[in-house]
């Protein structure tokens, strides 16, 4: 049985920026396939493969395109061999119409979330799973003017990032990792500490 050792996953900042400005241009629930590499604990994301939002109901997600989906997947083929699919992303957005999901559980995931999971990594054959779920919501008129730009903070596991595209108008986000295996063929689910490598390096002088 494989025994998961991860304890940290890293996106770039480009990676990074790249998720929160998708899911804040369309608040569509953007996915996205996560592409990087396993380094001894550590789980690095060097970019995303975007492709489509999610469908979602109350008791299930899917894609609206399979065929595009199918595609995009046989992408890892001609990859150099230190890169890979390592997971994927969702993002629960809060404050929508018709929208079923709880504020209080809008870090975690959810069992169609899991179900979902598990058919990816059928898919494409993996034995563990980088899933990074976010959490955001839109401000609308706001009451007091803020500074147009954009604040990240880490806080206990978590990543959590203000951006205001105008002065009473922006979104609250917040990424979370989990690490999904199978032991005893049951599926596992592991928090993992997210943090975004740039920050990481200045802030702590991280060292391999």
Known sequence: MMKPI???ALMSGSSHRRI???ATEELKEPMCLLVGQYYHDIVRVFSTYSYQSAERRDTEVWYGNQAAVERI?????????YESYVGGFHSHILG????????SEANNLSDNDIDFILGEMRALKKKKWLEIVLKIQEL???PRAHSIGETTRTRHRKINSAVYDEPKHGYLS???AYLIYLADG???IK???LRDEIIEIVRRGYKE
């Open 73 to 81: 997947r046989k992408q890892e083929k001609v990859w150099q061999e």
């Open 191 to 193: 928090p993992l500490t």
């Open 174 to 176: 917040t990424f979370s």
């Open 20 to 22: 929160l400005n998708t």
């Open 186 to 188: 049951k599926p596992k």
């Open 6 to 8: 991860e304890r940290l």
């Open 140 to 142: 609308k008129r706001l």
């Open 96 to 103: 929508r119409e018709n929208n079923s999901i709880n504020p």
